[in-house]
C-alpha cells in the first residue's frame, strides 16, 4: 500500500460548522455584545439628565436645597421638563464629548510619537506607569479649556435663549484659550490658572477610578468562580469566556464601580472646580431649589483656596456636597440597567442553550 492510499484511510475529524457548542459560542458572543452596548447607551445617553442636574446643583451658590438625596430632585426635574420641555435635561448632551475627544486625540499622539505608553496593566513596570500617567496629564491640560465650554452648555438654561450646539462650544473654548473675553471689568479666570485645579482634579480622579476598577474586577472574578464551583485561589480570568455576557458583565460592572468611587471621593473638588470654570461666564442656570425659575452665575472667588472657604462660611460643609443626589441617581440607574439586561439575557441563553442541547446534529 503505497502513502497515498495510507492517508486516504486516516480516520480524519469532521469539523461540524452548525455544532451546538458552534452554535453556543456564538449566542454568549452575541448576548456579550448586548450587555456591553446596553452599558454604553445607559452611561452616555440615559444618565445624562442626572449629570446636567449635578453641575447646575453644584454651581448653584444661592440654593437652599443641597439635595444630597435623590428623593428632593424628582420635583425640581418635573418642573424643568414642564417649563422648558423634556430636551432641555439633555442639554449639552454633545458638548461633553469635545474635551473627552481632545484627551482622546492627544493620548493618541502622545502613544504614537512619544515613547509614553497609552495603555497600561498592573503588571506594568513603574517607569511605564509614570510614562502614562504624564500622558494623561498631558490630554487633561489640553482639555481645559474645552471643558470650561462644555460645562457652560450643560448647565446653562433654555430660558436663556441659547440651546448650544457643538460649533459654539468650540467657538467659546478657542474664546476661553486664546483670552478674547478677558479683561479688566470681568471675573473669567483666564486659562493657565485653571490648569492646575484641573488637572489635580481628572488625575485623582483617574487614579482612583483606576484603582477601584481593579479591585472591584478582581472581587467579580473570585465570585464568579465560586459561582463556578473553581477554587477562589484559581481565579483568574483566563478560565472566563471573555465573548460571554457574564465576563461583560464583569467588565461593566467593575467600570461602573470605579467611576462611582472616584467621582464620590472628588465630588467636593469637582464642586469647586466647576464654580472656577464658570466665574465670569454670565452664564444662566435653572433654580434648583424648585425649577421654576432661573438663576444668574454672580460669584467673586479669587481662586481654589478662596472658593473652599466661601462655600463653608456660606453654605456650610454640605454646600460641597450639593446635588450629590444626582449623583446617586446617576450610578443607581446605571446598575438597575446593567444588573437587569445581564438577569434577562442570561435566562436567553439558557434557554438557547438548552434548544441547541436537544435538537439533533445535522449529519455532513
Known sequence: MNRA??????????????????????????????????????????????????????????????HITPISLFPVMYNIQRHQGPSTLWKGFLSKYLPIGVSMFSDSLLDQFTPLSREVTTRSPTK???????????????MTPFYSAALMDTVQSYVAGNEGSILSTLHEAMSRLLGWKINFKTRLF????????TL???????????????????????????????SPALATDETVDKDGPRYQYIQCMSSLVGCCVADAICFPIETILNRLHLQGTRTIIDNTDNGLSVLPINTRYEGFYDCFTSICESEGFLGLYKGLGALILQYGVLYLVLKGTVLILQRVEESATRSNSNSPRKSV
Open 5 to 66: 492510499t495510507e492517508v486516504d484511510h486516516l480516520e480524519v475529524p469532521r469539523q461540524y460548522p452548525n455544532s451546538p457548542a458552534k452554535r453556543n459560542a456564538d449566542i454568549s458572543r452575541n448576548l456579550g455584545l448586548i450587555v456591553t452596548t446596553t452599558s454604553r447607551i445607559a452611561e452616555n445617553l440615559l444618565v445624562h439628565p442626572f449629570l446636567s442636574l449635578r453641575r447646575q446643583c453644584q454651581v448653584n451658590y444661592t440654593a437652599k436645597w443641597t
Open 128 to 142: 511605564k506607569i509614570v510614562g502614562h500617567l504624564v500622558l494623561k496629564s498631558i490630554g487633561f491640560l489640553a
Open 190 to 197: 483666564p486659562v493657565w490658572k485653571l490648569l492646575i485645579p
Open 200 to 230: 489635580a482634579y481628572f488625575l485623582l480622579n483617574y487614579a482612583i477610578q483606576s484603582l477601584a476598577k481593579v479591585f472591584s474586577y478582581q472581587i467579580l472574578i473570585i465570585k464568579e468562580k465560586e459561582k463556578s464551583k473553581i
